[in-house]
């Protein structure tokens, strides 16, 4: 029984010395993204969600409010594309600060991005016929993403 008792406990303060190790800890810290871009991800995705949803309610149900969302969405996956990119990067050892810079910038385009899309859907038609300012929004949304 002290025989099992001693090989046990030796297993056990040899897995803990590995995990211990100084060196995996810097592996596990190299693995991951700095604080800050973290951060900035959390504050950003609730952002958008908040942004996404107002322009849900401002754009409408038409077909043409679909086409908004629609050219939204694209936007949206094109930079989350360009981020997980630069993301990967980062990971892969290149410790670069311009690549946390590139990301901080997409995060701010994106933001950016459906500002000009609530301010411009938000803004009050001149026309009364509601194909009109359909057309108006679908327009405006255009403009906002050149």
């Given at each position: 029984i002290a025989a099992t008792i001693i090989i046990l406990a030796g297993f056990g303060f040899g897995i803990m010395a590995i995990l211990n190790n100084p060196a995996t800890r810097e592996l596990k810290a190299e693995s991951t993204l700095p604080a800050e871009i973290l951060e900035i991800e959390q504050y950003y995705k609730?952002?958008?969600?908040?942004?996404?949803?107002?322009?849900?309610?401002?754009?409408?149900?038409?077909?043409?409010?679909?086409?908004v969302k629609v050219m939204l969405t694209q936007e949206i996956e094109s930079l989350?594309?360009?981020?997980?990119?630069?993301?990967?990067?980062?990971?892969?050892?290149?410790?670069?600060?311009?690549?946390?810079?590139?990301?901080?910038?997409?995060?701010?385009?994106?933001?950016?991005l459906l500002d000009k899309v609530v301010d411009e859907l938000a803004k009050p038609a001149?026309?009364?016929?509601?194909?009109?300012?359909?057309?108006?929004?679908?327009?405006?949304y255009g403009n906002a993403i050149v």
């Open positions: 609730v952002q958008t969600q908040e942004k996404l949803n107002r322009i849900e309610t401002l754009s409408g149900s038409g077909p043409e409010a679909t086409k989350n594309a360009s981020s997980a990119s630069l993301k990967s990067e980062y990971l892969k050892g290149t410790r670069d600060e311009r690549l946390i810079d590139a990301i901080k910038n997409n995060y701010r385009v994106l933001s950016g001149d026309n009364s016929s509601e194909q009109n300012n359909e057309n108006l929004n679908t327009q405006k």
